[in-house]
């Protein structure tokens, strides 16, 4: 199994830039294609970006294409989501995941953080 850990969330204002953060620990980290989802209230958890085990193959959802970066770095078991010029529809929870198959298959995302708040008020 594998351990995920957000961090870096926290209210911003329209326009700015955040990093957040996902450390593994446990099972090699490479071994898991990864992934950040996130959930808005009162809405279904969505896609975000997924990178394959590494990282030569990334995917973000058009709603973010241009403005977020998906990145990982095996070396230190980390997992990035640089997001810039966010907007008030970007407010959900943010978490890491690891999946057991490949990248772009959602359903086999099996293990989760415990998500990081990310608001942005406009």
């Known amino acids: 199994q594998v351990q995920l850990k957000e961090s870096g969330g926290g209210l911003v204002q329209a326009g700015a830039s955040l990093k957040l953060s996902c450390i593994a620990s446990?099972?090699?980290?490479?071994?898991?294609?990864m992934g950040w989802f996130r959930q808005a209230p009162g809405k279904e958890r969505e896609v975000v970006a997924v990178?394959?085990?590494?990282?030569?193959?990334?995917y973000h959802v058009d709603a973010v294409k241009g403005r977020f970066t998906i990145s990982r770095d095996n070396a230190k078991n980390m997992l990035y989501l640089y997001m810039n010029n966010l907007k008030p529809e970007d407010t959900a929870v943010y978490y890491c995941?690891?999946?057991?198959?490949?990248?772009?298959?959602?359903?086999?995302?099996?293990?989760w953080g415990q998500g990081t708040q990310v608001t942005v008020s406009s």
């Open positions: 995941a690891a999946s057991t198959s490949y990248y772009n298959d959602y359903a086999r995302y099996e293990y």
């Open positions: 446990g099972r090699t980290f490479s071994d898991y294609p």
């Open positions: 990178i394959s085990r590494f990282g030569t193959d990334r």
